[in-house]
């Protein structure tokens, strides 16, 4: 039978000074941090291999759960990347949610979807960002 590596434990005297630093404050938000709402996050998810994150104390900050489990396996960059791009559109998205609450999405034939697609989608099927979305909006 193999052996596991040892997990690495990050010191807890090394976790209060975090807090401490930290203001008592999530690292990304500044919210505050109650024992019940506080998570230790790898600021370099391990399970992102190509970012090669370690489990040592530099990639450990602490942060209030629920960013953290909006956060998942991004880096910050990549976090704060998606947050921008969620206010950025969120009108269209106020608008979509005004269209779905009054019940006004319109039904599309088959023949009028596969028009759609082949007028929005390249090669691969993927929604290309060049076309405009023609049906619908």
């Not at 019940?36 to 759960?65: C, F, G, M, Y």
């Not at 489990?69 to 979509?96: I, N, P, W």
Request: glycine share 6%; net charge neutral.
């Amino acid at each position: 039978m193999e052996a596991r590596p040892a997990k690495k434990v990050i010191p807890l005297d090394y976790i209060r000074g975090l807090l401490v630093a930290q203001g008592g404050r999530c690292a990304i938000t500044g919210l505050p941090l109650d024992p019940q709402d506080v998570n230790a996050d790898h600021i370099l998810p391990l399970s992102r291999k190509e970012l090669s994150p370690t489990k040592t104390e530099e990639n450990i900050w602490l942060v209030h759960k629920r960013v953290n489990a909006m956060k998942g396996t991004m880096a910050y960059e990549e976090f704060v990347h998606m947050c921008r791009m969620v206010l950025d559109h969120q009108s269209q998205t106020e608008q979509l949610l005004g269209q779905i609450k009054t019940r006004n999405i319109k039904p599309v034939s088959k023949d009028d979807f596969d028009a759609w697609v082949s007028s929005m989608c390249d090669d691969t099927g993927r929604i290309s960002s060049e076309r405009s979305n023609g049906l619908g909006r």
